[in-house]
């Protein structure tokens, strides 16, 4: 337990230096709180790594591993919800920011199916997901599948 002590006040450490890689440090920071078994803090963490870099698409894969490992939905489908509505506020959006957008629609397709069994909701997001990205093939691909299936499709 010493070492996860340890490695917690480094990555604190670290992090408050508001280092370029601040969000892959949060990621860091969430496994060593599931470590040390602090469920809730792990998950603070994730949300930490979505605020600081919300536009790296690696912290999707890792916050629905967790959600799905702790069956832990609730907060995962909430910042999605806010990610979509910051980024639907930007009035004219880089590609970039509509990658986001798609991307955030994706996920929120898999959460809804996937946490919530809400397969309507799935849908919904899912159309979102093509409407903003929609030349990106891994989005389409859901369409004869499930909203499942997308968790292979976006990582």
């Known amino acids: 337990a010493k070492h996860w002590e340890n490695a917690r006040q480094y990555l604190r450490r670290a992090i408050d230096q508001g ?15 599931l470590g040390l078994g602090n469920v809730e803090a792990a ?6 790594a979505i605020q600081v870099a ?3 698409g690696s912290h999707w894969p890792a916050f629905v591993k ?7 939905f609730d907060r995962l489908r909430d910042v999605l919800f806010q990610q979509i509505d910051r980024l639907q506020a ?5 590609d970039g ?16 199916e996937a946490g919530f069994s809400d397969v309507q909701g799935a849908m919904d997001a899912y159309a ?12 389409w691909l859901l369409l004869p599948t ?9 990582v």
């Open 97 to 112: 920011e509509r990658g986001q957008l798609a991307t955030a629609y994706g996920w929120l397709a898999v959460v809804l």
């Open 146 to 154: 499930s909203p499942s299936s997308a968790i292979t499709c976006l």
């Open 90 to 94: 930007i009035e004219l959006p880089a």
């Open 43 to 48: 998950e603070a963490a994730l949300v930490g």
């Open 19 to 33: 280092p370029d890689n601040s969000g892959e440090l949060y990621r860091m920071l969430m496994q060593v709180e």
């Open 66 to 72: 967790f959600a799905r490992q702790q069956n832990r």
């Open 128 to 139: 979102g997901a093509v409407e903003h990205g929609p030349l990106r093939p891994e989005l």
């Open 54 to 56: 919300p536009e790296d």
